[in-house]
């Protein structure tokens, strides 16, 4: 697994000492030991979840700088892409939020094993922890990989980005259909939706986007929803 990630790192142009290659292999065992016992990844061979989580994760490092950032990953499950970025960049203050109790539990453990005492995790939603002046528009980055369609996410997520920050959802490369999708939804929230970046996961023929959107306006009052109402009516 070490060598998949030296090497997939490289590609990134990237690079990493020892003591953090091993919290990557402790970080690896934690996921695929506690995945016996409770639903983490559907990925059970360390090279993969090396190529497939981890790399994947770090690829956001070649779509927007995010050394120094105050960076919240929404419905970060297992912890990626947020916890393999804080590894790399211990200059990234980090957020992890998640609507799933017992993943956040693994997460709070996950970062007292690793030596990483200064991630907060937060077991909520996002649309309804968003509203609270102490969350709401104070991020620097927000990132999220496989939690909903484009439009739905961009309220889930806008909302916490200060203006001038950004918003990077990781999707799949064909998402064309679903960005444009997503316009009236960056619109009303008070993003801008920058060129994509395509890339492929490392030591795969995977073909994955980060979608970038800049936070330009604040989000205007009434914005999340409730969950009901964003599913019903989709922005
Ligand atoms: C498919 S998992 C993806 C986990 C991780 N981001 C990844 O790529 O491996 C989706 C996660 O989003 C969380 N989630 C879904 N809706 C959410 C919401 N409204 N607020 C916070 N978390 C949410 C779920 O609990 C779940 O852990």
Redesign the pocket.
């Known amino acids: 697994m070490e060598q998949t990630l030296r090497t997939g790192l490289s590609t990134l142009g990237l690079s990493a000492g020892p003591p953090v290659l091993h919290l990557f292999s402790d970080y690896s065992r934690l996921l695929l030991e506690t995945n016996q016992v409770m639903n983490l990844?559907a990925i059970t061979d360390p090279d993969q979840v090396a190529k497939l989580?981890f790399l994947d994760?770090l690829s956001l490092f070649s779509a927007w700088p995010l050394h120094d950032s105050r960076m919240l990953?929404?419905?970060?499950?297992?912890?990626?892409?947020g916890l393999p970025l804080r590894l790399m960049e211990p200059s990234i203050s980090l957020t992890l939020?998640?609507?799933?109790g017992k993943?956040v539990s693994f997460l709070s453990e996950l970062c007292s094993q690793l030596g990483v005492t200064d991630v907060t995790c937060i077991h909520?939603?996002?649309?309804?922890?968003s509203s609270s002046p102490e969350y709401r528009e104070t991020f620097d980055i927000c990132v999220?990989?496989?939690?909903?369609e484009l439009n739905v996410l961009c309220e889930?997520c806008l909302p916490f980005v200060r203006v001038g920050g950004v918003f990077l959802a990781?999707k799949a490369a064909g998402s064309d259909d679903e960005i444009s999708g997503a316009a009236n939804a960056v619109r009303i929230l008070g993003g801008e939706l920058l060129p994509h970046f395509d890339y492929t996961v490392p030591g795969t023929e995977i073909l994955h986007r980060v979608v970038r959107i800049r936070k330009s306006f604040p989000a205007p009052k009434g914005y999340p929803r409730r969950?009901s109402a964003i599913k019903k009516a989709p922005l």
């Open positions: 990844t989580h994760s990953d929404v419905g970060s499950g297992a912890g990626f892409p939020l998640d609507s799933t993943r909520g939603r996002a649309e309804e922890l999220s990989r496989a939690v909903a889930l990781m969950f």
